[in-house]
């Protein structure tokens, strides 16, 4: 027997849930690139980007996923042979770093594991230990996804003017924006990449990054930007084809539009608060989960854990098996336990994530988090009794 009939929820961390409103939006005949209704929608985008990452400045858009901004934002900052500094809190301060070496790029990872969040203070001693000059960048991750660690990205900002170096900041919100709080301008930040597929709720394949007059400086002074990557035409197109570097990602815009409309009509602080509630709830239950049996939160620390995804322990071979459950028994698909263990680990199979970012609401996040609740009683995993009221009672609170 399945009760799986019936919409179907995604709940990893990305592709997200997409909004009717969007994939409306999306539902139209090809569009002419050349004259008419996406050139005369095509320049409010941008201050309506702006506005979301909390910018005055600059705003360059790829047609790429998370990859492509990542190489991107280096690609305009730091040349082959320079060095970027990374304090990496998982899997995916590493893959930056990663894309930095395919570069060329020299990295020196400060790596704070899978369970703690960076430390401000040991980015300032390795910045103050750079008399050379070496680093062109650091590159912080504000919400790394696999650990769903959030990082203080203003922190960062602080560590680096304490040791007077001239390193950019960049950060990397790409599961962050439009879920938690984050100031480009007010934090100091120089660059930011993101994605169309988490926060914004569009479909893969948008990417965004935005950079400060500072880090424009930086693009100006290098010695050569590969021509697709060059952010400089892009964020000051003399063509309507130069946003895009060619044809537009004509039906992405159209959702993007309306993502936006969506993101401000709500109001990008109520957005913010929605997602902490949603998440206090989520972690609620979470706890009451673990009073008995395995289940863990990763982060322990509330204060630095991400209002957009939730990573959880919960040992071999449980993750994997509730995951099915939840998939095959109750139409709910939870993320996989990216960058815990390896997948030809027996480990890997004991982890799994609760993406709750985007277009999600109290119901969805009741339900998934009943549904696991089934799952647990079904597959005998000991668990706390009490979850679900726990976070209902957030929820009651909250709304
Ligand atoms: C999803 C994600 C990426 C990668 O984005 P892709 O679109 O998969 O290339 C990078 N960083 C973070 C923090 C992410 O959440």
Redesign the pocket.
Known sequence: MTLSYGREYLAI??PSVMPDRVLRAMNRASPNIYEGDLIDMAAGLIPDLRRVARTEHHVAIYI???????EAALANTVAPGEAVLVPATGR?GH??ADMAQGLGIETDIIDFGKSTPLDAGRVEEALRADTAGRIKAVLV?????STSIRNDVAAVRAAIDAAGHPALLMA?????LACDVFEMDAWGVDVI?A?S??GLMVP?GL?FVFFSPRAAEVRAAMPRVSRYWDWTPRANPQGFYQYWGGTAPTHHLFGLRESLDMIHGEGIEAVWTRHAALARAIWAACEVWGQHGPLALNMPDAAHRSHA?TSLRIGAPHGSALRGWLQDKAGVTLGIGLGMAEPNDPAWHGFFRIGHMGHVNAHMVLGVLASIDAGLKALDIPHGQGALEAASTVIAGAA
């Open positions: 961390p990305g790429a996923n998370g990859h492509g901004a990542w995916f893959g930056w991750t504000h919400v790394d996804t990397d919100c790409i599961a962050s990449v994605g597929q988490k893969p990417s995804v």
